[in-house]
């Protein structure tokens, strides 16, 4: 019901909005519009700086405020920049002080009333529905790439959620897939001393290649640092805490990219990403 509740006025709230934001630019024109001023000129000029401010406002709020801040504060700081610009507007036209008072209060209450992402939705995105009340998800981070969750069910089992589906598990069956990849990565070749993991991920399938003692330099080429830095030390038992492991580096890119720039030459390459999608 309440999943219900929130899509119907999320639906109901995207066409008023659509319509303010096509609304914006003409009454911004309105407003520094002035009888002698050229029209060509006044539009370029309005047109220049919202596009700076578009640009501006889209790195800030994906680099800087949407990962260091999270969605929850990055929008009620957009909210309330917004509703002090309205009320910069009340304090010009010196309207009565319980009208200022009355939409500073509206302003604050709106900002307010936008709460954190629930952790369930980052985990399981649309089937958010099919999965209530069957696992606790135990963290819930926005990171600069993707937002990330671990989950445990009753029974124990920790799952590692990416882009709102199960990219790793504790289950026994994951647990012989994961850590299959790393021993076949390190079992096949004769001298396995350099070995590169794309993906993080749970930590399973790195911390299979880090346990071979013929490995003496493995590499990790991660693209979100939450994973890493925090997933991982979720499934420490698992993982044999392979991310604080001294012989182990990560490196935080996109795994093409580190390929074709790096120098460094490795003796075996290994991707820990599943290559099935699937709901528990």
Not at 130 to 149: D, H
Request: proline share 4%; charged share 15%; hydrophobic share 40%.
């Amino acid at each position: 019901t309440r999943l219900r509740t929130v899509t119907g006025v999320q639906t109901c709230a995207l066409p008023i909005c659509a319509m303010l934001w096509g609304a914006s630019f003409p009454l911004a024109l309105a407003a520094v519009a002035s009888g002698d001023d050229d029209p060509a000129r006044l539009v370029g000029g309005v047109y220049a700086a919202n596009t700076l401010g578009a640009i501006v406002g889209a790195l800030g709020a994906s680099v800087i405020m949407g990962s260091g801040f999270g969605s929850q504060h990055t929008m009620q700081l957009l909210v309330g920049i917004a509703g002090l610009s309205g009320l910069l507007l009340l304090w010009r036209e010196k309207v009565s002080t319980v009208t200022f008072a009355g939409a500073t209060l509206i302003a604050a209450l709106m900002a307010l009333g936008i709460h954190q992402i629930p952790g369930i939705f980052v985990a399981y995105g649309r089937y958010t529905a099919t999965q209530l009340n069957t696992s606790n998800v135990i963290y819930m981070g926005e990171g600069w790439n993707a937002s990330v969750a671990v989950s445990e069910r009753e029974n124990g089992v920790r799952n590692y959620h990416n882009a709102g589906k199960v990219q790793a598990s504790s289950e026994p069956q994951d647990m012989r897939l994961q850590r299959m990849l790393g021993h076949i990565t390190t079992l096949v070749p004769k001298n396995p001393n350099k070995v590169l993991v794309i993906g993080c991920g749970a930590g399973v399938t790195a911390g299979a290649v880090s346990v071979d003692p013929m490995v003496k330099d493995q590499t990790i080429a991660e693209i979100e640092p939450l994973v890493p830095r925090v997933v991982s030390t979720h499934f420490g038992e698992h993982n044999f805490n392979v991310v604080s492991n001294p012989k182990v580096k990560v490196h935080l890119d996109d795994a093409r990219h580190y390929l074709l720039t790096t120098d460094r030459k490795s003796t075996r390459l290994n991707s820990s990403h599943r290559t099935e999608s699937r709901m528990p």
